[in-house]
């Protein structure tokens, strides 16, 4: 009988190469599948609700945890398979398409995504790596990376009035460091063939 699936999160700030890295561990691991967090956002109306600072818009109204959870984490914690149409986020167009979602059970789910340790989601992974770099190699990232912000400036003024306060709240609330079985790329393969034991 096979064993449930196994979930595993890489975690990081913007611009630590989470998704680099997610893809990177699933060539290393048989009958894994990476899930992008940033599937699972709240459409532009909800995200950017202009009640609210931009930073807490990031961090509190950014993500679908509901949905993500309901859909594919707790059946997945629980020993089930996915098969199912589940809605994924169209960033061209801002708005959801159905995608039909299979896992077997005894699949290694990596999820990436930024904030993954927050108390709404931290218990569902049976393991977090987080990847701990440092802000001003992740702004020089950045600013290569999101072109469609604008000019380097525009990313910058970006991330200082909405992504780096959030992720100093994450920081502050959460010590992902702390949190996290594995930190960076300091973690070797063994470590991830061991995750089942």
């Known amino acids: 009988m096979n064993q449930r699936s196994l979930l595993l999160g890489i975690d990081g700030l913007g611009g630590s190469g989470k998704t680099t ?4 561990l699933q060539q290393q691991l048989k009958h894994s599948i990476v899930v992008h967090l940033d599937d699972f956002i709240h459409m532009e109306k909800v995200r950017y609700n202009e009640d609210f600072e931009e930073w ?3 961090y509190y109204l950014q993500w679908r945890y509901d949905y993500l959870i309901d859909k594919l984490l707790a059946p997945l914690k629980n020993g089930l398979a996915i ?11 801002d708005s959801y398409i ?17 904030f993954l340790q927050r108390p709404e989601l931290r218990a569902y992974f049976d393991r ?5 770099v440092d802000r001003g190699t992740r702004l020089k990232r950045v ?3 999101d072109t469609y912000i604008g000019s380097s400036e525009e990313i910058v003024r970006k991330y200082n009035k909405r992504y ?3 992720e100093d709240m994450y920081i502050a609330q959460c010590n992902p460091l702390a949190l996290a079985d594995a930190v960076d790329h300091q973690v070797k393969e063994r470590v991830f063939w061991n ?3």
């Not at 890295?21 to 990177?24: E, G, I, K, P, R």
């Not at 995608?99 to 995504?113: D, M, Y």
């Open 21 to 24: 890295y997610a893809h990177q």
């Open 56 to 58: 807490y818009g990031y």
């Open 83 to 93: 098969h199912e149409k589940i809605e994924l986020y169209d960033k061209e167009m």
């Open 98 to 114: 159905m995608q039909e979602i299979e896992i077997p059970v005894g699949t290694t789910v990596i999820v990436e995504g930024v």
């Open 128 to 132: 977090v790596i987080y990847l701990d």
């Open 143 to 145: 600013i290569n990376r």
């Open 164 to 166: 780096f306060p959030a």
């Open 195 to 197: 995750f089942r034991s």
